[in-house]
């Protein structure tokens, strides 16, 4: 079975503050997918990225950053100077190549509220 | 390209109440999902499907129908309301490679079962 863990619940920051959130993962698949979705406050989800088993390359786009680690099963999300309209709710999902039509399984999201 | 609609945006419904949540995409992407998403979960997977014609359960189905006669559209249907099932509900599509890529999500519908 797959799960993932994002153990905060809630992060408040100042503006221009770095933030990472955490994610960690469990699955028995050789092949799987990482993603992360932003979901900010007018409901709609927004794919963010998405990372393969094999990829352990960190990503970097503008502010956003990623850290891939398979040995401690984390794929983390690090914002750069964070902006009061990075606020929003921050999912982190898994998928694995089980050979079945694959369905993503999510965390229970991370909330951050960044002020001014 | 509208992507994923979904209608109704909200909908309040008495229990015992049945409803049909609509969801369309112009993608002509195969796979369609169904999510609900409780107040601080992350969302949990109803129903799917693959194709046109073929459906199978998620991680929550019971209390829920679907049916997939075309590619675009995808609908959900609540034959009992309970107040259970008060929550967001999000339609998702994905290209051949289903989960393993994007899901392209609607702008989710808000179901209150009093």
Known sequence: AQKV???QTEISVVEKEDVT???????RDTTYYLFWYKQPPSGELVFLIRRN???EQNEISGRYSWNFQKSTSSFNFTITASQVVDSAVYFCALSGDTGTASKLTFGTGTRLQVTL | ????????KFRILKIGQS???????D?????MYWYRQDPGMGLKL???SVGAGITDKGEVPNGYNVSRSTTEDFPLRLELAAPSQTSVYFCASSNDRGALNE???GPGTRLTVL
């Open chain 1, 5 to 7: 863990t994002q153990a």
């Open chain 1, 21 to 27: 959130l955490d994610c960690v993962y469990e699955t």
């Open chain 1, 53 to 55: 088993s094999f990829d």
């Open chain 2, 1 to 8: 390209n509208a992507g994923v609609t979904q209608t109704p």
């Open chain 2, 19 to 25: 409803m049909t949540l609509q969801c369309t995409q």
């Open chain 2, 27 to 31: 993608m002509n992407h195969n796979y």
């Open chain 2, 46 to 48: 109803i129903y799917y």
């Open chain 2, 103 to 105: 899901q392209f999500f």
